[in-house]
Structures are given as C-alpha cells and as structure tokens.
C-alpha cells in the first residue's frame, strides 16, 4: 500500500511540474482606419463633440452610440468594444482591432484566419445606421511582440463596398488604411 501511495505521490507530482498554466498568446489583427470623402475631409474628425474641445484625449474610447463594431472570421461572430481614434500625421484614425486566443484558432481547426470581417456601424462616417462590412486579408505567419508575447499579423489590402484600398505603410502594432468614400 506504501509503494501505491508513494507511486500516487510522485505522480501527481510530476504531473503538477509539467501542466504549469502559461501565458496565454493572443493573435492580434489591428487596423487603423482613416475616413474621407471624395473632397478629402476627415469624416473622423470631431466624431464626438468633446473631442474637438479638447475636453476627452484621442485615443480615448469612443462611445458605443457612435460607433459600433463586430468582428467575423470563419463563422465566428464577437462584439468588439472600445474603438479608439488617434491623430497620425494631421488626420485621425480609428483604432479597430481583434484579439484571438488558442481557442479561437482551435475552433477554425488550427488554421489561422486569412480573411477578417470588420463590421462598423457610425452616422457620422458612413451617413446611415446600415452596417458597412470591411473586408481585410492578412498573412496568416505574424511578428511576435517580445514585450507581450502577442503575435502581429499583417494585413496586405482591404475591400468596402467592392472597391480595394491599400495599405499606407505597414506599422509594427497596426495597419493604416485611408478609405475615400462617395460623400
């Protein structure tokens, strides 16, 4: 009985020393959006009225009111919450990104998505509330993060409404696309 437990015991043991929880890693597919219309105005620019008094930081999350976002990829749905807008280079941008973890990928049966459905809904960009699909098509490889330990992967050009738009110039943590809609 004494060798049993101690079997047991050892056992349980080695099975503590190799299960150790890790880090989980997240695959991070993350744009940066600028609006415009065919003038060339920025349909981001003042998207909430404390932004432009500047009350609220940008970068700061933009109320769900204004702009509402829900990822796909494969058939797998996820309300995605806290858009953000940024100022680059004199024009604001904004911040759409999802985040999939080992789950995830292991739904789409190990394989990483190539193609990610953006669906945003806002008045003030698109003119409407009707949901305008963004279709994005990324390099299932990505860079690691060494800081996070999150894998970065990047996008090689986007659709809206059958036109394709390219990407400006690849970022480490996004990618910035400048999308001219009929306004």
Not at 54 to 78: A, E, F, L, M, T
Request: with cysteine.
């Amino acid at each position: 009985m004494n060798r049993l437990k101690l079997a047991l015991h050892v056992l349980f043991l080695a099975l503590m020393t190799t299960s150790c929880d890790k880090e989980p890693v997240f695959h991070v597919y993350s744009l940066a959006l600028s609006f415009r219309d065919t003038l060339g105005n920025d349909l981001i620019k003042c998207i909430e009225p404390e932004y432009c008094d500047n009350g609220k930081p940008y970068g700061s999350i933009v109320n769900q009111d204004v702009i509402k976002q829900r990822i796909r990829w494969g058939r797998h749905y996820k309300t995605v919450y806290g858009a953000r807008i940024n100022k680059v280079s004199g024009f604001y941008y904004l911040d759409v990104k999802v985040a999939l973890d080992d789950s995830d990928i292991n739904e789409l049966g190990g394989i990483m998505p190539e193609k990610v459905f953006f669906e945003i809904t806002s008045m003030h960009i698109f003119g409407d509330y009707v949901p305008c699909e963004i279709i994005t098509y990324w390099e299932t490889g990505g860079k690691k993060n060494e800081i996070e330990g999150d894998i970065y992967h990047k996008c090689s050009h986007i659709e809206l409404k059958g036109k394709e738009f390219p990407i400006e110039n690849e970022q480490f943590a996004f990618s910035p696309v400048v999308i001219i809609l009929d306004r």
